[in-house]
């Protein structure tokens, strides 16, 4: 029964929430989405004239009523400052989906039943890059109480426990960019083997910062060609793509026992059916030839998921935008679903949006669940003309409607770490 | 009430998020103004840097209410 998450007990999501480049708010976010409207723009963070990239896809700032993101309507001032972004985001996507989840333990066990994963690829980078500062100024003893707690991964999923009283699982998933698929299928398992029935899961980054930039861009990873038109800049598979876009934001779902969910009458969006994992064991950063580790992320995927790759219409893939990547993961789909590959459509989000990194496979996932609800697959903007043609159909500028009922979501991370999940419609 | 004391009480609230009314002289930072330790080390420090004053860790840890705070700092510019 170990290894399979459809026995004994079966994992849906009854909760979504989101805080990206398209605003907050799961309806607003879709909505712009399907209008194949951009979140990219020039960096207002901070001052990026010296970078050679000097775009991003920022949460948009301004009235929650307007789909932005306005910390005081969500947090308290005084919690505020305890807090690197990365975790306000965090805490943003986990309210929408708590509430969308309409589930409040009343007693103790239910509290103790309800556990957190949420992970973040870098966690509080900025935070760490004042505080360095500080420290080489010999102003050591000037640093917060709260930098430390401020910065680390897990605090996430501690605030968002501390808010709700969660007392279950608490826990925290780094796998830089395949950190948002590893939360949801790693958390989803804990409800399948026992350890939780209801988990607040996902994955939230936020890396705009003058230290995360300058190292993306060191590592020559981010799309420089663009700065003048910012919203052209991601465009997964095209020919004229130059590197990724950095993104911010969290993605947040609550995972519950089918059971659990069904008895308190709760809405179910889609069911968990699969996940699967794999190593490339070959480079820190670059994906292995053939893409060899995604291919096996997704077989690994579909081994007791109880579908097939011809039962499945629709891929989200990590589709980065970068010149190497995107052509690899196309190879290894193609390979994965063979003549089946010709009914698929496989859009990449991040033309839209970016890339989260660590909030991305999350972010990602609410996508192709809404693919699956509203059976409509996003587009992938900016793809004109591909660098490499394929039966499978990329979903270019405009959204198409499709028979989606199942979909697959990919994510691969530095350090060659890949992950696949598997969403179906509600059982 | 000396500027001191306004000072101090200014901090307070905008540290701890709390209404100005409750911010008396009498007031526990930790039973009456909701703050925990961590709040508590991070209102010396704003006082210091206010005030140009340094609180070592000994005294700081003396300093529990609004008016013990008042006091430590108006006792050290006096001094």
């Known amino acids: 029964m170990f290894g399979s998450l459809t026995t004994p007990r079966r994992v849906v999501v009854t909760g979504m929430g989101i805080a990206c480049p398209l605003g907050v708010g799961v309806a607003n976010v879709w909505q712009r989405m399907l209008a194949s409207e951009s979140g990219i723009g020039p960096i207002n963070l901070f001052d990026a004239k010296d970078l050679p990239a000097r775009i991003a896809g920022e949460v948009p700032t301004g009235p929650k009523a307007e789909g932005k993101l306005d910390l005081n309507e969500w947090i308290p001032v005084k919690d505020q400052k305890k807090m690197d972004r990365f975790i306000q985001l965090a805490m943003v996507a986990a309210t929408e989906a708590v509430e969308d989840s309409g589930w409040v333990p009343e007693s103790e066990d239910d509290r103790n039943a309800t556990g957190v994963m949420i992970g973040s690829g870098i966690g509080g980078l900025p935070t760490i890059s004042e505080n360095a500062q500080l420290v080489g100024a010999g102003k050591a003893r000037r640093l917060s109480p709260f930098f430390i707690p401020s910065a680390l991964i897990n605090l996430a999923s501690g605030h968002v426990s501390i808010k709700y009283g969660f007392k279950g699982p608490n826990h925290s998933v780094v796998t830089a960019c395949a950190t948002g698929v590893h939360a949801l299928g790693d958390a989803a398992r804990l409800i399948a083997l026992g350890d939780a029935d209801v988990m607040v899961a996902g994955g939230t980054e936020a890396a705009i910062s003058d230290i995360g930039m300058a190292g993306f861009c060191a590592a020559r990873a981010l799309s420089t060609g663009f700065n003048d038109r910012p919203q052209e800049a991601s465009r997964p598979w095209d020919k004229e793509r130059d590197g990724f876009v950095m993104g911010e934001g969290a993605g947040i779902m609550v995972l519950e026992e089918l059971e659990h969910a069904k008895k308190r009458g709760a809405k179910i969006y889609a069911e968990i059916i699969g996940y699967g994992m794999s190593g490339d064991a070959y480079h820190i950063t670059a994906p292995a030839e053939n893409h060899d580790g995604a291919y096996r992320a997704m077989k690994a995927a579909f081994k007791n998921s109880g579908v097939t790759p011809d039962q499945v219409q629709y891929v989200n893939a990590h589709g980065t935008s970068t010149p190497m990547g995107d052509d690899l993961e196309l190879e290894a789909v193609e390979k994965m679903f063979g003549e089946f590959g010709k009914q698929l459509a496989m859009s990449s989000t991040k033309s839209a949006i970016g890339h989260l990194l660590g909030a991305a496979g999350a972010v990602e996932g609410v996508f192709s669940i809404l693919a699956i609800r509203d059976r409509v697959a996003p587009p992938t903007l900016n793809l004109h003309e591909p660098s490499r043609e394929s039966v499978i159909d990329r979903v270019a500028l405009q959204p198409q409607e499709r028979p989606i009922e199942v979909a697959l979501s990919n994510s691969f991370g530095f350090g060659g770490t890949n992950a696949s999940i598997l969403f179906r419609r509600a059982p | ?79």
């Open chain 2, 1 to 79: 009430m000396s500027d001191t004391a306004e000072k101090v009480k200014k901090i307070v609230v905008e540290h701890l998020g709390v209404e100005e009314a409750k911010v008396t002289s009498e007031a526990s930072f930790i039973d009456d103004l909701g703050a925990d330790s961590l709040d508590t080390v991070e209102l010396v420090m704003a006082f210091e840097e206010a005030f140009g004053v340094e609180i070592p860790d000994d005294a700081a840890e003396k300093i529990t209410t609004v008016k013990d705070a008042i006091d430590y700092i108006e006792a050290q510019k006096a001094a």
